[in-house]
């Protein structure tokens, strides 16, 4: 049967929309981005234990007080992790996304239930919603809005949209008809008969649709944090990708604490709003425990909370500016810079951002897998990232996206791709000796990240180039749950076949041979290059000036991965700050301030 090209005719659509249609993905990206960034200034505002009181009398209000105490509590905890601003990046994106779905999702959902042609027409749509993989939906929002929130968002409501439509629509239908037949009996309009009648009998359902909507949001932000959102999905995405479980489960933790908080206040809220409920709630029996005080006494403390705010000078620091100096090029001005989780990648990564912190700049880092993060260039969402091997194991990107970046040279090199094993290991030292040792490895090899070149390299030319193809199986991963691999393997003694390139600290920590590759197909070694937007020499001439003549020797390279590797998770620039102060002179040569006039003239 002929392939049906359907992928093809997406491709098309796809073209077409961003050829005829960005007017409206850059307005609908503009408007994301300005609710975002507005209720993300203001949960960042107060210091954060003065916000997780508010938060706190909102659940007294709606829940109690054992609520209350326990919602503080949840919240006190976040910020102990240093997840503060993590959390309320991600609970902006939620509000923000959940808000946007509940504008659409709502009005269709009571259209669908007063209309069986138009619930008949949205129940596929929803099914193909709901069905598809959340991750396919990140696709086209990178393409319509670039990298960063606006996909984030746009992807999370998208994804949460379903049950709004589902949930509003069932909860009218479930309405007693003859509740609606005495209405219409006595003469009330179609209008005053859904907002009077329908609505309030069915809000119980319309909220439970509205929780759903908040939870479906909440679980799609780790996936999210692939485009560079941020918040908790990021952090937990950074954990996956250097396989750091002690990041990734306070990150999870503080995603769980937002999850329960948000799902018990919109489940007691649709009880405080519903005539139904609040004749439930006010027959139950009250203990201290189950007090809820009024709307005007929670209103209250919420006010004294906020005024105490902004009278107490708890509203964020008020810092005057900033003394001039000769090394203040950047005045503040923000640069980001995208890197993938490999080793070199993380040291010039947060090298870059300790000597561009020096010399005035606000830099913002931000780990991505190498699809998503030369997409972030290409579209200027990204200003460089240093982490690019050229011209071989990162072509494919290049062939993409080349005419939108600009190479800035390459500051390492040569480089080398290579399959090694333990030295240990007998009779394997070529990847010619492979195909007869198969069974040794379990006719498995070791691999990182799916994105990665040298991946589509190893499976679409060296393998084949060897007759490797039917005697082994490539196992996808991460660098990091490589190296675990590595480490578990290489205690036990036990045979194994990984991914590695040079340079890389691990051939120091064990004993490894690197295959040879007598048929060449690996190719030439790449030069590690910098790769920026297209236009950032021209926006910020001296980082564009000091990109271009950085380079660093293999001594320089992995003694800055050592330090880092012993500094640990979270102490990158530390480690940084540290190797620097060891290396006097370094900074000046890397990031040099032109003499001031009065500093030249003294010299003459």
């Known amino acids: ?33 300005g609710l975002y960034d507005g209720l993300d200034a203001v949960l960042t505002a107060p210091e954060p234990l003065l916000l997780a009181g508010i938060l706190a009398v909102l659940a007294w209000w709606l829940r109690g007080l054992a609520a ?24 902006s994106l939620v509000l923000v996304a959940t808000l946007v779905a509940l504008v659409i999702s709502i009005p269709l959902g009571i259209w669908a239930a007063r209309s069986q042609a138009v ?5 596929p749509v929803l099914d193909l919603l709901q069905t598809m993989p959340s991750m396919v939906l990140l696709i086209p929002a990178i393409l319509f809005f670039g990298m960063g929130v606006p996909a984030g968002v746009v992807a999370t409501l998208i994804f949460a949209l379903a049950p709004g439509v589902r949930m509003t629509e069932l909860g009218i239908r479930q309405v007693d008809a003859e509740l609606v037949e005495a209405a219409e009996a006595f003469g009330t309009p179609p209008r005053d008969t859904l907002f009077r009648v329908q609505l309030p009998l069915a809000l119980p359902t319309v909220m439970a649709g509205v929780n759903q909507v908040i939870m479906l949001g909440l679980s799609m932000v780790v996936i999210a944090g692939m485009v560079g959102t941020g918040g908790l999905g990021g952090a937990v995405n950074e954990a996956i990708g250097q396989l750091d479980i002690g990041l990734g489960f306070e990150a999870g933790l503080g995603i769980v604490v937002l999850a329960i908080y948000l799902d018990r206040m919109t489940g007691a809220l649709g009880t405080r709003i519903s005539p139904l409920g609040r004749r439930a709630a006010a027959k139950a029996r009250t203990t201290m425990w189950t007090h809820r005080p009024r709307a005007a006494v929670a209103a209250v403390g919420v006010a004294v909370l906020a005024l105490a705010a902004g009278g107490l000078g708890l509203a964020g620091p008020k810092d005057g500016p900033a003394k001039a100096s000769a090394t203040d090029v950047g005045k503040g001005r923000e640069i ?23 010399r005035g700049f606000e830099v913002t880092t931000t780990q991505y897998a190498a699809g998503p993060l030369y997409t972030g260039l290409a579209t200027g969402r990204i200003d460089f990232q240093t982490d690019s091997w050229l011209p071989t194991t990162h072509a494919e990107y290049w062939k993409k996206y080349g005419d939108q970046l600009a190479d800035l040279g390459t500051w390492y090199g040569p480089t080398s791709l290579e399959l090694s094993v333990p030295s240990y290991v007998k009779d394997v030292n070529s990847l010619a000796d492979l195909k007869a040792h198969a069974s040794e490895f379990g006719g498995r090899i070791t691999g990182i990240e799916p994105s990665a070149g040298m991946m589509g390299l190893l499976k679409d030319k060296v393998l084949e180039r060897y007759g490797l193809d039917g005697a082994y199986r490539v196992v996808d991963g991460s660098t990091p749950a490589m190296l675990a691999e590595l ?51 021209a926006d910020q001439p001296e980082v564009g000036a000091w990109l271009k003549d950085f380079s660093m020797t293999e001594e320089q390279l992995t003694g800055l991965e050592a330090r880092i590797q012993k500094a640990g998770k979270g102490q990158e620039q530390d480690a940084v700050r540290t190797w620097l102060k060891e290396h006097p002179g370094l900074v000046e040569k890397w990031v040099p301030v032109p003499e001031t006039g009065e500093k030249s003239r003294a010299a003459g």
Not at 19 to 25: C, K, R, T, Y
Not at 68 to 91: C, P, Q, Y
Not at 503 to 531: F, I, M, N, Q, R
């Open 1 to 33: 049967m002929p392939r049906l090209p359907l992928g093809d005719a997406v491709d098309s659509g796809v073209d077409w929309l961003l050829a005829h249609m960005s007017w409206l993905f850059d307005a609908v990206k503009t408007l994301v981005e």
């Open 68 to 91: 209350g105490v326990l919602a503080f509590a949840g919240f006190a905890l976040i910020d102990s992790l240093a997840l503060w601003d993590e959390a309320m990046s991600t609970l």
């Open 119 to 123: 619930s008949t027409a949205v129940r």
């Open 336 to 358: 980001t810079i995208g890197y993938i989780p490999w080793d070199e990648g993380i040291a010039s990564t947060y090298l870059w951002k300790e000597l561009l912190e020096e």
């Open 487 to 537: 480490e578990r393997a290489y205690a036990r003694k036990e045979p194994i076949l990984v991914t590695l390139w040079s340079p890389h600290w691990a051939y120091s920590e064990y004993g490894l041979k690197k295959l040879k590759d007598p048929a060449g197909a690996w190719g030439e070694g790449d030069g590690v290059h910098t790769v920026a937007r297209k236009d950032l020499a």
